[in-house]
């Protein structure tokens, strides 16, 4: 049930019931067809193969490298040990640089490696990482970059790839975000050493928990497979270091199954994109993030931006959403630079990141996927604007 909003008064903040009965999250799944997993389930069942680089994993990893137009996949438990994992067969030591902007689990997947995070600044535009300001932090114990496609936006690739190229350093991608995103034609997942891609439940596509490392290099996606498996080749030979970072065949039936829905959920996210644009056009002090390149993005994320002069600060806005049962989330404040880990050994580097803690104290991502549509969106754009004019009236009233 969705109550109508037509007024200040029917404001939760001002006392009215929320509009919505059951809170609606950012990131709630998009939920395979149950027959369609059913039919990879059944092929479990008759396999009685559950891990260890079943049947499903192997289909996996080859539709998705199709999907992406890249030579190698390496599928993984998450993208957390992705990341790691990726981390360390590219043999980085010492000192990586990496945005303060994103989600933690890449900034935990470098210091989980013994490494020390870097934290660079962003665009302000863009909330990409900034390339000169990665370039004003390499040292000598620079051995890596690790750009983010925030947002599912491609990162400036090019700068960054010129700058891992001057300074002898090597350069990955967080895709977790960008999975089916594009950049002049070429999919996220083909740049940089590899790219790692998460498939965790809130993702535009999940495996309930899982992820991916791509790259076009059969040398390091083979490295790779040896570590995700305790360096085992063959039986009783290891002939690697490892850990276990292997995606189980019932992850696999659920991104199978997703994965023949993908278009659709795209396309959704897309309306809901567009729905959203047209709600909050012309409101003062609101800005919606757009993609660079509409045709190459997967709208995973609605961004918006709460500026000065909209009235009602970024958390004020939060607050007043809550209280309709909508669960807008503040991602990725404060900035991994202000997480405790992170605080305690880089206490000064807040005054190199700016943009990071302007952005951060801006965002909020509002909910959309599959179980999100026009009625919802329509009653999220009435709050905002509500919330818009109401403040403005306030500030005239003053
Ligand atoms: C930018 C970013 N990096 C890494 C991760 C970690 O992925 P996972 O949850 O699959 O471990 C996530 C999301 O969860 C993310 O948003």
Not at 139 to 156: E, F, Q
Not at 225 to 230: A, H, K, P, Q
Not at 291 to 302: D, H, L, R
Not at 303 to 310: H, L
Request: charged share 20%; glycine share 8%; hydrophobic share 45%.
């Amino acid at each position: 049930m969705i109550k109508e909003i037509n007024g200040l008064a029917d404001l939760a903040i001002n006392g009215a019931a929320p509009a919505f009965e059951q809170p609606l999250h950012v990131g709630r799944p998009n939920l395979a067809e149950r027959a369609v997993f059913d039919r990879y389930l059944d092929q479990i069942f008759e396999s009685n193969w559950l891990t260890n680089n079943g049947p499903l994993v192997q289909q996996l990893e080859l539709e998705v490298s199709r999907r992406l137009g890249v030579d190698h996949c390496v599928a993984m438990c998450n993208g957390t040990i992705a990341l790691e994992i990726a981390i360390r067969a590219l043999e980085l030591t010492g000192e990586v640089i990496l945005p303060s902007y994103t989600f933690v689990a890449t900034a935990h997947a470098v210091s989980w490696q013994g490494l020390q995070p870097v934290f660079a600044d962003i665009d302000p535009v863009t909330h990409n990482l900034d390339p000169a300001s990665v370039e004003r932090l390499i040292t000598p114990a620079t051995t890596g970059i690790v750009g983010v496609h925030l947002w599912g936006r491609p990162a400036p690739v090019g700068e960054l790839a010129e700058v891992a190229r001057d300074h002898d350093v090597k350069l990955l991608f967080d895709a977790s975000h960008a999975f089916a995103c594009s950049m002049e034609g070429t999919s996220i997942g083909n740049f940089g050493e590899c790219e790692v891609f998460s498939f965790h439940a809130t993702k535009v596509f999940n495996s309930f928990e899982g992820g991916v490392v791509s790259t076009n290099n059969a040398a390091l996606a083979e490295k790779m497979r040896l570590m995700r498996n305790f360096g085992f080749a063959g039986n009783d030979n290891v002939i690697h270091p490892g850990t276990n970072g292997k995606m189980t065949e019932v992850c696999a039936a659920m991104g199978l199954s997703n994965l023949e829905l993908l278009d659709s959920y795209l396309d959704h996210n897309r309306h809901n994109f567009a729905a959203y644009q047209r709600g909050i056009e012309g409101v003062d002090g609101l800005r919606l993030l757009a993609p660079p390149e509409p045709e190459g993005a997967n709208f995973q994320y609605i961004v918006i931006e709460v500026g000065e002069s909209f009235g009602a600060d970024r958390d004020e806005v939060l607050a007043a959403l809550e209280a309709e049962n909508v669960l807008a989330r503040r991602y990725f404040w404060p900035g991994c630079h202000k997480m405790q880990p992170y605080r305690e050994t880089q206490p000064t580097a807040e005054l190199w990141l700016p943009h990071t803690t302007e952005v951060a104290s801006r965002v909020l991502v509002l909910p959309t996927g599959k179980s999100v549509g026009d009625a919802e969106i329509d009653i999220i754009c009435r709050i905002f604007r509500l919330l818009g004019a109401g403040s403005a009236g306030a500030r005239a009233a003053g």
